[in-house]
C-alpha cells in the first residue's frame, strides 16, 4: 500500500516562496501519476497540479499556472510542489496524491492514495 507523507507547509507572507514535499515511504507509487490538491475551510478539495510517472506530462490549473511547479524526483521517491508569489487565497490545507494510473490526472476520484495533508497559511 502506498503511504505518502507530506511536509514543507507553514505560515508565509504573501509573493514570497514555499516548497512543499511529499515522500512515498514505501517506494511503490513510482509508476502512478501523482498530484497535489487543496482544500480551504468550508470548500471541497480542488486540483492544483499533476505530474505523469515519468514527468513528461504536467497540467496546473489557472489559479496557480505560472506561480506554481510540480516536479518529483524518482530516485528519491519524492513529489515537490514549489510555490512562488504565493497568494491569501492559497491558503488550504495541501495533500499530496498517488493516482491509479500513470497519467497526470486532475480529477479527484481518480486517485486511490492521499497522504494526511500540510499547512499553507499566506498572510496579507
Known amino acids: 500500500q502506498v503511504q505518502l507523507r507530506e511536509s514543507g507547509g507553514g505560515m508565509v507572507q504573501a509573493a514570497n516562496s514555499l516548497r512543499l514535499s511529499c515522500v512515498d515511504a514505501?517506494?511503490?507509487?513510482?509508476?502512478?501519476?501523482m498530484g497535489w490538491f487543496r482544500q480551504a475551510p468550508g470548500k471541497e478539495r480542488e486540483f492544483v497540479a499533476a505530474?505523469?510517472?515519468?514527468?513528461?506530462?504536467?497540467t496546473y490549473s489557472d489559479a496557480v499556472k505560472g506561480r506554481f511547479t510540480i516536479s518529483r524526483d524518482r530516485v528519491a521517491n519524492t513529489l515537490y510542489l514549489q510555490m512562488n508569489n504565493v497568494k491569501p487565497e492559497d491558503t488550504a490545507v495541501y495533500y499530496c496524491?498517488?493516482?491509479?494510473?500513470?497519467?497526470?490526472?486532475?480529477?479527484?476520484?481518480?486517485?486511490?492514495?492521499w497522504g494526511q495533508g500540510t499547512q499553507v497559511t499566506v498572510l496579507s
Open positions: 496524491g498517488a493516482s491509479r494510473t500513470a497519467a497526470a490526472t486532475t480529477a479527484l476520484n481518480t486517485y486511490r492514495y
Open positions: 514505501r517506494r511503490t507509487a513510482s509508476n502512478n501519476g
Open positions: 505530474i505523469s510517472w515519468n514527468g513528461g506530462t504536467i
